[in-house]
Structure formats: structure tokens, C-alpha cells
């Protein structure tokens, strides 16, 4: 039977899980949990997505994410497929690792926000040694939601939840810690009544969700790459061998990814004289510019 086409939208936050195939675990030490958090900390970063909740368990994986305009396709695929790769390699097997598509719904409420973070923080209490304690649990986020574990990946944004329980982040933290423990025997599909949130939160719903439009033009995005870094595009773009373009064509390749959405074959079309294996290259090289270099930041702003 053919798939049902997944929901998106360019403005939309998820509810992510993701499974592995029956006969083996997703994870089979702590140090596979932490490599898995490494390359979701890479990705959000060259993606520039952002993670609000997450729980790793032995067998599947939880993520509330909001990719900020990026593809949700694209980005779990991105992820998953490096996390396979490094797990094949690893222990040494082949073939699938997840079972099929991960999962995704679409949260679009204050309701399901706020529930689906405790839902995915109260995710280990079934592992004995968690039952009840679940903010140990060094594979979740909810430690670092109540400040008793360093965010070492650097990688959560607890603000966008805690920011509804009050605007002093020790009685956030103190209200958000009673609030997962309520919603501990509750289902995130459940209806639930206005006067529960109204005992927790202190401030007005506002969405303050950010996205980045991905569907620009990328004729019209690499003639403004051109035109903010002060080169011709002509003499530029297509100098493959030119050692000082190397720069520019990587930076090049890495907003149309991120920007347009562009598969490495498009990229291979609109900058031209380079290879798949080159285009990839390339473009991490121009993930690494916008990180370590002021000058690629700075236009990077400017393009969106």
C-alpha cells in the first residue's frame, strides 16, 4: 500500500519517534546515547533547529523539536542515517537499524506542548532504577529542565516551555517539576481541563515560535551570497581549481542546503564543475565557515 503523505509545514513544531527494528536495540551502551546526542547537537546546529525535550531509551528515541522552517524529512534523515552509520560500523552489521519512518505529529497547542514535554520526561519511569526519579535519568532532558544536570551538548532550549510557568526560573522549575509529576499517569492525547493549567502557569500563552524560510530561490540566493561577500558570481561560483573560491563555493553550497532546501544534486547543477562526493564535502566545510568564521556568520545573518 503506498504511504500516507506526512504532515508539514513550514511553521510547525513535532513530536518525534523514532524506533528500532525489533531484534535490536537502538542503543546497546551509555556511550552509543551519548554519540546519539552529539549528532543531534550537530544538526540542529547545521539545520539551525531547535530541541525542547528529548528521552533516549534502549529501543526508540523521543524528540519535541521545532526544526525552525527546515524539512523535518530531511533533517531525521540526516540524522538517523549518520547515527546508522556509526552503529553498523561499530558492531560491525549491515542492513536497517530503525523500523521504518519515524513517527511525527504535529503540536500545534499550548495543551499538547506542555504535555507532551512531561510525557517524554516521565518516558524512563518504567525503568526500575528511574521509577520516581526520573530526573536522574542522564539520558533525558528533564534533569536539565530542573537545573540538577549540566546541558553538556548544549543543546536544549528549556525556556520556551519553563518561560510558561513563571518568569523566575526557580519557580518555573519548582512548578514545571509538579506539573510532569501530575502528568505522570495521564495520556498526551488526553483532554485536559483549563483550571490544571491554570494551578501551574502563571503568564499568558504566547507562541513566540521562530522559523526560518527554507524555499528561497537559489538562483536569486547565490547571486546574493555573491553580491554580500563582494565577489563576481561569473568568475566565482564555477572556479573549482581556485583555491581562494574554495571558501565561497562552500559557503554557497551549505545555504542552499539549509535555505532551499536543495538535495547535493541540485547543488551540483546550480554551482557546477563538482562531483556528489565533492558537493558534501563542500558543504560541511561551509557548515564549519559559519560556525568558526565571523565574516560567513554575518552574511548567513543577512540571507535570512
Do not use: W
Amino acid at each position: 500500500m503506498p504511504r500516507v503523505a506526512r504532515k508539514k509545514s513550514s511553521e510547525c513544531m513535532y513530536h518525534i519517534m523514532s524506533r528500532s527494528i525489533s531484534e535490536v536495540n537502538l542503543f546497546n551502551r551509555d556511550e552509543d546515547k551519548r554519540y546519539y546526542l552529539l549528532l543531534l547537537k550537530r544538526y540542529c546546529d547545521k539545520f539551525h533547529a531547535s530541541i525542547y525535550a528529548y528521552c533516549l531509551m534502549d529501543n526508540h528515541v523521543h524528540l519535541y523539536i521545532n526544526p525552525n522552517g527546515a524539512d523535518i524529512s530531511t533533517f531525521m534523515h540526516s540524522l538517523n542515517s549518520a547515527y546508522v552509520a556509526y552503529f553498523n560500523r561499530k558492531y560491525k552489521r549491515h542492513g536497517h537499524l530503525f523500523q521504518g519512518r519515524f513517527a511525527s505529529t504535529i503540536v500545534d497547542s499550548l495543551a499538547y506542548s506542555l504535555t507532551l514535554s512531561a510525557y517524554i520526561h516521565n518516558n524512563c519511569k518504567d525503568i526500575p532504577e528511574y521509577h520516581g526519579r526520573e530526573e536522574q535519568y542522564p539520558f533525558s532532558s528533564y534533569g536539565i529542565y530542573l537545573g540538577i544536570r549540566k546541558d553538556k551538548e548544549d543543546l536544549v532550549d528549556t525556556s520556551f516551555i519553563l518561560r510558561h510557568f513563571s518568569e523566575n526560573i526557580v519557580n518555573a522549575r519548582k512548578k514545571y517539576e509538579l506539573f510532569v509529576e501530575a502528568m505522570k499517569d495521564t495520556g498526551i492525547i488526553k483532554e485536559i481541563d483549563a483550571e490544571i493549567f491554570k494551578a501551574y502557569l502563571d503568564n499568558e500563552y504566547r507562541s513566540e515560535k521562530k522559523f526560518i524560510v527554507r524555499d528561497k530561490n537559489p538562483e536569486e540566493l547565490l547571486g546574493r551570497v555573491c553580491e554580500i561577500l563582494g565577489h563576481d558570481r561569473a568568475t566565482s561560483l564555477y572556479a573549482k581549481y581556485r583555491r581562494e573560491k574554495t571558501s565561497l563555493r562552500a559557503f554557497a553550497a551549505y545555504v542552499m542546503r539549509v535555505l532551499c532546501g536543495c538535495t547535493y544534486k541540485e547543488i551540483c547543477r546550480h554551482i557546477g564543475n563538482l562531483s556528489l562526493s565533492g558537493v558534501v564535502r563542500l558543504t560541511g566545510i561551509g557548515y564549519r565557515l559559519c560556525i568558526q568564521n565571523e565574516q560567513y556568520q554575518k552574511a548567513f545573518a543577512l540571507l535570512i
